[in-house]
């Protein structure tokens, strides 16, 4: 008999897999044909809903078995993920040939509920575009006196681990499994990149408690992964060096490896922040990145791991006088010319901007420039820029333009990603999983984005809203969903600035707060201007780091987008966007209209009493009173701030303090 | 026996009192009359000098003896801390109606040194000009998550606590008592005044731990003051209020209080801090300040016991918006109505500025204006917003200014702090006592400026530096810290305006760090000018709060005093100041002299090599380093960002980032 469908803990939200969502389901009679680990997994699901609906569900009859409304059968194990789907002849048959790809198909009928068991639809054929579709968990193991127990983390404590401890709570970490299984995530690394003391020990003599995490994530098909320190081989293995290229650090890592995969066969590799704010790395044996991302995939190599290797590498000491120095030339300079040196199973894990999950950044010129390299693109589900999961900032637009950004106007959409897409998690121990109710829906539409890159985000948000929510309050949770990015855009750092937020917890406005600061990020704002001058002429030469069009796009002021307009370049107060509208009356015209978008988004919300179950409607009251007050806090300092340095009044005479 | 001087652990600075000091009483012959613990504790200085040096001490001789060099001489028990000094016919003699006076007297003779023992001097009366002079510690029992084991403690752990226990170090704290009464304290509060949890039961079960305390403190005339919660009825004994009306609250004071003596027959008394930053106090219940000190002064009356109750009280969640609201007034607002309501044993205890020991504010208009109520003047030895002990400040001349401050041009020096003066200490486990070597230098000078408001600091700086270093680079030390505070003050917020630091930590520059904070801290500046406008006629009427001729002085730009501008006026940039420079030209100008001065003190510093000892010399080059580095942050950000407002060039063309 397979493991039940796991049980949630009182009072936790059961997301985007409420009992309803299985239904039609619930309701019909299916076979299920194939075994294994992940074809209980669907069958647990499927006797459940049945029991739940009054439906039926039979395991491998035989031929003589009476028709059947719902078929899911494996015909093979090759470990392949698409699954075929055709509904002919008033039944609905789903077939794999890896028990994943049947996983998936199952969850795609639920998806579909009522419309999968009507009409006929010729076959079709699902396959995800990227083959990694992985969440990376910030979490500590032990409570970091500054980050705490989840770095940049917003939805309470860990899923995995507790004041030092794995939690051992696996039913929870079972249900989470589940919950990304039905939205096509088939990864997760269980620790911060930031590796402390006590997380490196997860790679010896602590793997015992990755490996229980790993059988709790196993039977819905998701591999996992685990941060490293690349000082292992010192700070775990007591040598004197941590060189890449010294023999007996490649055996202790070889070592270490083999280790690993005793306990967890089907380990999905490591995750490496290296030389990268201060995380240890090859940078001080005088070796290349590629050297260091190579000794870990020559470790991982022989059972098939992949080696994740993140390209956040930057100076962190960099001096605000200095203005040639850019923070966001760092990533490409470093990199490209390593193109070609990676090991086929390193793969280089891009942040999706230049700079740090800002609410606005251009796609990353390293990204397209690495043919040669697999290029993983990381983007950050935990809103720590975006409104830290107390604002409602739906992020699908914003990835589905990075994911559809053409490099040269030519690629398709997503293959920069080859090496995967992958996302900060914004998962936790809340009881909502991601703090605010509707931050859901970034890790469900992180996740079938990455299934499908090309997928329109506002169809994976009605999906979201139907399962989460069923058909009720489909029009009002749209419309305070939809435009959430924008609007959040329109009250905080305004045309592609970047930081603005309060130093440390990043949370709120400081226009200044890391204007004077080591961490390499400013916007120049005087008297007269504002902005930072990354053209190739007069600037950083960031603009040039991009293949045409873009490097001229972004070179001048006449033909960048607005959006990006003080990312690329310094401009006067009074100058002139595409929109007609001069730099400063935009600042104070969107400021005004960001917070009437977020107290018409509250109202909606609060409107929607009575059709949204109680303790989710009160959390979100609780969250949009936060957001509005944050809001009005962003629009009065941003303008004040401009109005004091411009000393242009607002056109509309509208207050500004 | 008396107990023997107590023993330095290896390797912790003498400070003030190295063995050298010792060396003119230490040749000598002296006679020691009268008994007690306190006549003990000069007894032992003595015994231990004359060990080292080769004298003799003989205690209460009878009339045969042989002649002495010097006589200390015990002539009543009445507890005073008066004594009479005299040298006549080749012999000093020092005579005291209190132990306390005779051991005050016997670090006269210290000081003297040679002097003492050489020609005549006719007899002397020397009594401190305030009774009580007292060091409040804000050190923790138990780690605070944000402040560490001491609050704005810049001396490393707590001389009383360590990691929720004390210390039982006693003898540490010995060494401190000793050091303390050799400038004339004779008061310590031994826990921070924001009670936590932990900390609020040393009233009641944990009073062991304060009485042990103040065993090893009372040898050396110092008594014992606790930091306890308004909240303590409650938090401690269960009551559903603390409300200082109520019977039942008065009872449970009563009863803990006596308790308290009962463990400590000699306390000091409470120190509070009421409904100030989050801390709870009477204003929940309706009730005044007045009526919550009278409250804890009537528990301690029976006992001798007094109640310093903090004035710091301000609205800790004010709008920037809002420009009336002044934090600099509300000390003033709030108890100037309750003059004449506070208890005899209550002492109100004041901020020597109106805002937050700021390099510069002008002297609270409260101190004066509450001529039925005892004051404590309030000092920060500990450096908060002065360098933190990384920065050489030496604060007597500020402090000075303070006591010298004549509120209607009529007033004894010192004589508006009759409550007593008090620092927030700056001592901790740190090897040289203070963080930097030369900080040690501020604790002694309040010791002696609160014996007497009207010695001359420079006077008092010249003792401290032959005490603790002989006569040998007394020139340089004297160049060094002389105007270390001018220079401090030079290279950081101009010309009074106050906050111009990092939130949270409060270390090194962001000119808007608060400017947009609920903590009322504001600059208000913007392209055409900065200050605050405090006036009565067009600002908050803070400048009214003083009596003539201060609120006349301070009303009008034309008047106030260069130093004080920006804290009473918002002016433009091209304002001509009373020096003849513009605003924006002194602000550079100072910025640049300032991190010049330190780059000259540093040069003499390191020039002293070999004229003070090693270890000392190390630390204060390492402390320079760090406060050079720190001084060109100050200057670059501040001229920076005031470029960038004005757009005015600086005059003499120097290089403004």
């Given at each position: 008999?397979?493991?039940?469908?796991?049980?949630?803990?009182?009072?936790?939200?059961?997301?985007?897999?409420?009992?309803?969502?299985?239904r039609?389901?619930?309701?019909?009679?299916?076979?299920?044909?194939?075994s294994?680990?992940?074809?209980?997994?669907?069958?647990?699901?499927?006797?459940?809903?049945?029991?739940?609906?009054?439906?039926?569900?039979?395991?491998?009859?035989?031929?003589?078995?009476?028709?059947?409304?719902?078929?899911?059968?494996?015909?093979?194990?090759?470990?392949?993920?698409?699954?075929?789907?055709?509904?002919?002849?008033?039944?609905?048959?789903?077939?794999?040939s890896?028990?994943?790809?049947?996983?998936?198909?199952?969850?795609?009928?639920?998806?579909?509920?009522?419309?999968?068991?009507?009409?006929?639809?010729?076959?079709?054929?699902?396959?995800?575009?990227?083959?990694?579709?992985?969440l990376?968990?910030?979490?500590?193991?032990?409570?970091?006196?500054?980050?705490?127990?989840?770095?940049?983390?917003?939805?309470?404590?860990?899923?995995?681990?507790?004041?030092?401890?794995?939690?051992?709570?696996?039913?929870?970490?079972?249900?989470?499994?589940?919950?990304?299984?039905?939205?096509?995530?088939?990864?997760?690394?269980?620790?911060?990149?930031?590796?402390?003391?006590?997380?490196?020990?997860?790679?010896?003599?602590?793997?015992?408690?990755?490996?229980a995490?790993?059988?709790?994530?196993?039977?819905?098909?998701?591999?996992?992964?685990?941060?490293?320190?690349?000082?292992?081989?010192?700070?775990?293995?007591?040598?004197?060096?941590a060189?890449?290229?010294d023999?007996?650090?490649?055996?202790?890592?070889a070592?270490?490896?083999?280790?690993?995969?005793?306990?967890?066969?089907?380990?999905g590799?490591?995750?490496?922040?290296?030389?990268?704010?201060?995380q240890?790395?090859?940078?001080?044996?005088?070796?290349?990145?590629?050297?260091g991302?190579?000794?870990?995939?020559?470790?991982?190599?022989?059972?098939?791991?992949?080696?994740?290797?993140?390209?956040?590498?930057?100076?962190?000491?960099?001096?605000?006088?200095d203005?040639t120095?850019?923070?966001?030339?760092?990533?490409?300079?470093?990199?490209?010319?390593?193109?070609?040196?990676?090991?086929?199973?390193?793969?280089?894990?891009?942040?999706h901007?230049?700079?740090d999950?800002?609410?606005?950044?251009?796609?990353?010129?390293?990204?397209?420039?690495?043919?040669?390299t697999?290029?993983?693109v990381?983007?950050?589900?935990?809103?720590?820029?975006?409104?830290?999961?107390?604002?409602?900032?739906?992020?699908?637009?914003?990835?589905s333009?990075?994911l559809?950004?053409r490099?040269?106007?030519?690629?398709?959409?997503?293959?920069?990603?080859?090496?995967?897409?992958?996302?900060?998690?914004?998962?936790?121990d809340?009881?909502?999983?991601?703090?605010?109710?509707?931050?859901?829906?970034?890790?469900?539409?992180?996740?079938?984005?990455?299934?499908?890159?090309?997928?329109?985000?506002?169809?994976?948000?009605?999906?979201?809203?139907?399962?989460?929510?069923?058909?009720?309050?489909?029009?009002?949770?749209?419309?305070?969903?939809?435009?959430?990015?924008?609007?959040?855009?329109?009250?905080?750092?305004?045309?592609?600035?970047?930081?603005?937020?309060?130093?440390?917890?990043?949370?709120?406005?400081?226009?200044?707060?890391?204007?004077?600061?080591?961490w390499?990020?400013?916007?120049?704002?005087?008297?007269?201007?504002?902005?930072?001058?990354?053209?190739?002429?007069?600037?950083?030469?960031?603009?040039?780091?991009?293949?045409?069009?873009?490097?001229?796009?972004?070179?001048?002021p006449?033909?960048?987008?607005?959006?990006?307009?003080?990312?690329?370049?310094?401009?006067?107060?009074?100058?002139?966007?595409?929109?007609?509208k001069t730099?400063?009356?935009?600042?104070?015209?969107?400021?005004?209209?960001?917070?009437?978008?977020?107290?018409?988004?509250?109202?909606?919300?609060?409107?929607?009493?009575?059709?949204i179950?109680?303790?989710?409607?009160?959390?979100g009251?609780?969250?949009?009173?936060?957001?509005?007050?944050?809001?009005?806090?962003w629009?009065?300092?941003?303008?004040?701030?401009?109005?004091?340095?411009?000393?242009?009044?607002?056109?509309?005479?509208?207050?500004?303090?």
């Amino acid at each position: 008999m397979p493991l039940p469908v796991p049980a949630l803990p009182e009072g936790v939200d059961p997301a985007w897999l409420p009992p309803d969502a299985f239904r039609a389901v619930g309701t019909r009679r299916t076979l299920i044909r194939g075994s294994g680990l992940l074809v209980d997994s669907a069958h647990a699901e499927v006797a459940e809903a049945c029991a739940r609906f009054g439906g039926r569900v039979v395991r491998d009859a035989g031929p003589g078995a009476p028709p059947y409304d719902l078929v899911l059968e494996l015909r093979g194990t090759d470990g392949t993920e698409a699954f075929t789907y055709v509904r002919e002849g008033g039944r609905t048959t789903v077939t794999a040939s890896g028990q994943a790809g049947l996983l998936y198909g199952l969850f795609h009928v639920v998806r579909l509920g009522e419309d999968a068991f009507t009409g006929e639809r010729p076959q079709e054929e699902h396959r995800p575009a990227l083959a990694l579709r992985m969440l990376d968990h910030w979490d500590n193991v032990a409570v970091h006196p500054v980050m705490g127990q989840v770095e940049r983390g917003y939805a309470g404590g860990s899923l995995f681990w507790q004041d030092g401890r794995a939690r051992g709570d696996l039913e929870r970490v079972r249900a989470y499994g589940r919950l990304l299984a039905a939205c096509g995530i088939n990864a997760v690394a269980v620790n911060n990149v930031n590796v402390h003391d006590t997380e490196a020990h997860l790679l010896t003599d602590r793997i015992g408690e990755v490996a229980a995490i790993a059988g709790a994530l196993r039977p819905y098909g998701i591999r996992t992964h685990l941060s490293v320190s690349f000082a292992a081989p010192m700070v775990l293995g007591g040598l004197p060096t941590a060189d890449p290229l010294d023999a007996s650090v490649r055996a202790w890592w070889a070592g270490a490896t083999a280790r690993v995969y005793e306990d967890i066969e089907d380990f999905g590799g490591y995750v490496v922040k290296a030389d990268s704010e201060g995380q240890p790395g090859p940078f001080a044996y005088g070796r290349s990145h590629a050297d260091g991302a190579n000794l870990l995939a020559a470790a991982l190599e022989p059972y098939g791991g992949t080696v994740h290797w993140r390209a956040f590498v930057y100076d962190h000491r960099q001096d605000w006088r200095d203005r040639t120095t850019d923070r966001a030339r760092a990533a490409y300079d470093h990199f490209v010319p390593l193109d070609g040196e990676f090991a086929s199973n390193a793969v280089l894990q891009v942040k999706h901007g230049p700079m740090d999950f800002q609410v606005r950044e251009p796609v990353s010129p390293l990204i397209g420039a690495m043919p040669r390299t697999r290029l993983a693109v990381e983007v950050q589900a935990s809103q720590e820029y975006t409104g830290q999961q107390r604002h409602v900032c739906w992020l699908g637009p914003m990835w589905s333009e990075v994911l559809r950004f053409r490099v040269d106007g030519e690629t398709e959409v997503g293959s920069l990603a080859r090496g995967g897409l992958v996302a900060v998690s914004n998962a936790g121990d809340d009881p909502f999983w991601t703090g605010h109710p509707l931050a859901q829906a970034n890790l469900y539409t992180f996740g079938r984005l990455a299934w499908r890159p090309d997928a329109d985000p506002d169809g994976v948000l009605d999906e979201w809203i139907r399962l989460t929510f069923g058909t009720g309050p489909a029009t009002g949770l749209r419309a305070v969903l939809d435009g959430s990015w924008r609007t959040y855009e329109k009250y905080t750092a305004p045309l592609g600035v970047g930081f603005m937020v309060q130093p440390g917890h990043h949370y709120g406005p400081s226009v200044d707060g890391y204007e004077y600061s080591p961490w390499g990020t400013y916007h120049f704002a005087d008297r007269d201007g504002v902005g930072v001058d990354r053209s190739a002429a007069t600037g950083t030469g960031f603009a040039a780091q991009y293949a045409k069009p873009w490097c001229e796009v972004y070179e001048s002021p006449d033909t960048c987008p607005d959006e990006q307009l003080l990312f690329f370049h310094h401009v006067s107060y009074d100058h002139v966007l595409h929109s007609g509208k001069t730099v400063i009356q935009h600042i104070y015209d969107t400021h005004f209209e960001g917070v009437e978008e977020v107290e018409e988004a509250r109202e909606v919300w609060v409107s929607l009493a009575g059709v949204i179950d109680p303790a989710r409607h009160a959390r979100g009251v609780e969250r949009y009173e936060e957001q509005l007050r944050s809001a009005r806090e962003w629009r009065d300092q941003i303008n004040s701030y401009f109005f004091r340095k411009s000393g242009v009044p607002d056109a509309q005479g509208r207050r500004i303090y």
